[in-house]
C-alpha cells in the first residue's frame, strides 16, 4: 500500500497581516513550510507527497524541498500550483498524486509541530477501519453563545463537542469521490472531513494534540516559537 500526502501550503494568510504568504513567514531561521515537509518525508512509509503552494513561490518551494528531504528518500515530492480557495488547493493536490495509492492524508502545512506520532495515529485508523479519520480535541474552557456586539446569551453545552485538526485521512477514493461533489455545494466547508460527511462518509476521531496548533494570528506566532524552543524541535 502506498501512502498519498497532501501538504496545503497556498493560503495568503490574511489574518496574520504577514509580507509573506502563511507558509513562507520565518519561525527562528526557517519557514514554517519546511517543517511539514520534514515530519511528512520522515514516516517509513512509501510514499508521494503533493506540496501545493501560491504559482510564485514554486521555485522556491522545489528549493526547500531539495534542501529537507535526502537524495535517498522512499518519499517522492512534488511541488503544485494552489486554488483560490482551500478545497481547490486540495483537489489540485490530489490529482498530482498517482493512482495505486490507497490512503491519503490532508495536512495544512500553518500546522508545523504535527507530530510524526499523530500522523501514524491517523494512518494506522484510517487501515484499520476504512472511515475517515481526523484528529480531535475536547474543549477545556466553557462555551458561550455571544452576538455580534459581543454580549452572552448562553452557555453551549461542551460535551458533545470538539475542536479538530490535521492531519485528516481518508481512504484515496472516499476523498476523491467527495471532492467530486463539492462545487454542488452552495457554502463550500473549511474541512474535507466536512465534505466526506456531506457525501453520506463516515468520519471518526482519534486524540489530536496540542503541538498541532495552527498558525492563524500574530499570537499563534508567538505560540508556535515557544513550541519551538519547549520541544527543541
Ligand atoms: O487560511 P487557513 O488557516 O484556513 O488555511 C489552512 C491551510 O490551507 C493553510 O495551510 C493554507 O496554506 C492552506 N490553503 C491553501 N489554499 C488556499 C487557502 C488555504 O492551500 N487557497
Redesign the pocket.
Known amino acids: 500500500p502506498t501512502l498519498g500526502i497532501v ?9 496574520l497581516g504577514a509580507s509573506a ?3 513562507f513567514i520565518d519561525l527562528r531561521g526557517r519557514k514554517l513550510i519546511e517543517f511539514g515537509i520534514a515530519v511528512a518525508t520522515s514516516l517509513p512509509h512509501t510514499g508521494h507527497l503533493a506540496v ?2 501560491p504559482e510564485d513561490r514554486a521555485a522556491q518551494a522545489l528549493e526547500i524541498v531539495n534542501r529537507v528531504v535526502p537524495a535517498d528518500s522512499p518519499w517522492t515530492v512534488t511541488v503544485v500550483p ?5 478545497h ?3 483537489r489540485f493536490g490530489l490529482d498530482a498524486l498517482p493512482d495505486s495509492i490507497d490512503t491519503v492524508l490532508v495536512h ?4 508545523p509541530f504535527a507530530s510524526a506520532e499523530l500522523f501514524e495515529r491517523v494512518i494506522g485508523e484510517v487501515r484499520r477501519t476504512g472511515d475517515s479519520v481526523i484528529p480531535a480535541l475536547r474543549v477545556a474552557d466553557t462555551l458561550k453563545r455571544i452576538d455580534d456586539e459581543g454580549i452572552v446569551h448562553e452557555t453551549v453545552d461542551r460535551t458533545p463537542l470538539v475542536a479538530v485538526q ?1 492531519p485528516q485521512g481518508f481512504p484515496r477514493e472516499t476523498l476523491a469521490a467527495a471532492h467530486a461533489t463539492a462545487q454542488l455545494h452552495a457554502d463550500i466547508p ?1 474541512d474535507d472531513a466536512e465534505l466526506v460527511q456531506r457525501a453520506g462518509g463516515r468520519v471518526r476521531t482519534v486524540p489530536g494534540e496540542i503541538n498541532a496548533h ?3 494570528t500574530p499570537e499563534d506566532l508567538r505560540l508556535l516559537e515557544f513550541f519551538l524552543t519547549a520541544h527543541a524541535l
Request: proline share 3%.
Open positions: 501538504l496545503v501550503a497556498a493560503g495568503r494568510g490574511e489574518r504568504p502563511k507558509a501545493v503552494v494552489g486554488g483560490r480557495e482551500r481547490e488547493s486540495v495544512d502545512a500553518a500546522r490535521t473549511t495552527k498558525l492563524t
